[in-house]
């Protein structure tokens, strides 16, 4: 059962240089999460997806885009990476959202910006 | 605006001890309540999960509880054992269908 999967699980970029981060989930989900942790800061929603072509602004949305082309992925990019950019990023889908979905989360990127 | 903290961010207890972890949440308009646990370098797993018309929700040995008057949950695990050591965090879904706001985590150490 291979749930929410994430890739790459690491990566190193340089100063500007730009990637994606993909997450698949095999649920049928509706609804998708990026989130990152930091120490210190908890997890903190990037964006946010709840259905096949939509996207929205969580809370730290600045410096990454989001796509849902396909119902089972969630793209996060980044265009020009930074270094306030490292950090741990998780996936995670629901059926239904906050509002009585379970969360299932990924693995984790662990992302390094130099 | 939904913030969740919980208390203690730390703790350590010798084996087969009951502990309780506390969660709570400055917004009692939720529509549910999660807990989750995450391991050393690993995604977070749910453990258990309340909706607002609920109380408590028990796994094994895990029970947790809401109070959304007081804005409150506790996470109780009984007999505690090695295995349990890991991140326990809490996390509210706001009264919109699409965000959960997470608590910063309580660290637990079981000691055999």
Same mark, same amino acid.
């Given at each position: 059962?291979? +749930?929410?999967?994430?890739? %790459?699980?690491? &990566? ?11 997450? @698949? ?10 989130? &990152? ?6 997890? &903190? ?5 709840? +259905?096949?072509?939509?996207? @929205?602004?969580?809370?730290? %949305?600045? +410096? ?18 930074? %270094? ?21 989360? +990924? ?8 | 605006?939904?913030?969740? =903290?919980?208390?203690? *961010?730390?703790?350590? #207890? ?5 502990? #309780?972890?506390?969660?709570? !949440?400055?917004?009692?308009?939720? /529509?549910?309540?999660?807990? !989750? ?20 929700? =028990? $796994? ?15 996470? /109780? ?8 050591? *890991? =991140? /326990? ?7 919109? /269908? ?7 985590? =309580?660290?637990? $150490? #079981?000691?055999?």
């Amino acid at each position: 059962n291979a +749930g929410v999967t994430q890739t %790459p699980k690491f &990566r190193v970029l340089k100063t500007g240089q730009s990637m994606t981060l993909l997450c @698949a989930q095999d649920m049928n989900h509706e609804y998708m999460y990026w989130y &990152r942790q930091d120490p210190g800061m908890g997890l &903190r929603l990037i964006h946010y997806s709840v +259905g096949e072509g939509t996207t @929205a602004k969580g809370e730290v %949305p600045d +410096g990454y885009n989001v796509s849902r082309l396909k119902k089972q992925n969630f793209l996060l990019g980044l265009e020009s990476a930074a %270094p306030s950019q490292t950090s741990v990023y998780f996936c995670a889908s629901s059926l239904a959202g906050g509002r009585t979905g379970e969360l299932f989360f +990924g693995e984790g990127s662990r992302l390094t910006v130099l | 605006k939904q913030e969740v =903290t919980q208390i203690p *961010a730390a703790l350590s #207890v010798p084996e087969g001890e009951n502990l #309780v972890l506390n969660c709570s !949440f400055t917004d009692s308009a939720i /529509y549910n309540l999660q807990w !989750f646990r995450q391991d050393p370098g690993k995604g977070l797993t749910s453990l258990l999960l309340i909706q607002s018309s609920q109380r408590e929700q =028990t $796994s094994g040995r895990l029970n947790a509880s809401l109070d959304k008057s007081s804005g409150r949950s506790t996470l /109780y695990i009984a007999a505690s054992q090695p295995g349990d050591s *890991a =991140t /326990y965090l809490c996390a509210a879904s706001k009264t919109s /269908y699409d965000k959960v706001i997470f608590g910063p985590g =309580t660290s637990l $150490s #079981v000691i055999p």
